[in-house]
């Protein structure tokens, strides 16, 4: 990626995070990028393949489990599930941290970020599928681990799929309330799936 492509997809990211997708004018582009239409339209040939090309970076490509947590797709047979929640945590912890340079002054980036889903939701054909290949693929990862946490009686003999289901509503659930406020601490999401935790727990 060319350090002009790179200053385009961040200043558009930054504009779509913290205004509608829909509302953002071409002059809205340039005042953020800091670059000319011109400049813009000859690496990405319209605002909405720029906004696609904005998804695809700092959306799916975020989504994807193996992205967030540095595990290959194999480690599910053998990490224990609280180095797997731990590894999660730490990863919530740095996508929180690189997000803050893209948030406006007194904007709630979690809710920018909601807002940004469903304005994908609603303007980037193929979408829907795409995250939902990703959620699903995370929630067949944690299940591995669950999987592999009752083989090796680190929980209770209990149902992997709700287990897994369990966890990954927890973070979801603890995200999406907390847009609505101040936006997510680690500390907070940290809390509630070792909560869970140490319930299920030998």
């Known amino acids: 990626m060319t350090k002009s492509d790179k200053k385009i997809l961040e200043g558009a990211f930054r504009l779509f995070l913290n205004a509608d997708y829909e509302g953002a004018s071409t002059s809205d582009l340039e005042a953020e990028i800091g670059l000319t239409r011109g400049a813009i339209y000859y690496s990405y040939k319209s605002k ?35 180095e797997y929640l731990e590894v999660y945590i730490n990863g919530a912890k740095n996508t929180i941290e690189s997000m803050k340079p893209f948030v406006w002054e007194g904007n709630n980036g979690f809710g920018g970020y909601f807002s940004l889903l469903y304005q994908a939701h609603k303007n980037y054909e193929g979408f829907d599928s795409k995250i939902y290949d990703l959620f699903f693929h995370e929630y067949s990862f944690i299940k591995a681990v669950v999987k592999n946490a009752i083989k090796t009686k680190e929980i209770r003999d209990l149902d992997a799929e709700e287990v897994a289901h369990h966890l990954r509503y927890i973070f979801i659930g603890c995200t999406f309330e907390e847009s609505f406020n101040n936006g997510l601490t680690v500390e907070e999401v940290q809390k509630h799936l070792m909560f869970y935790y140490n319930i299920i727990k030998r």
Do not use: C, M, P
């Open 48 to 82: 909405e393949e720029l906004f696609k090309a904005v998804i695809d970076r700092f959306v799916l490509n975020k989504q994807n489990v193996l992205q967030k947590t540095g595990f290959k797709e194999e480690a599910a047979k053998w990490i224990s599930l609280k």
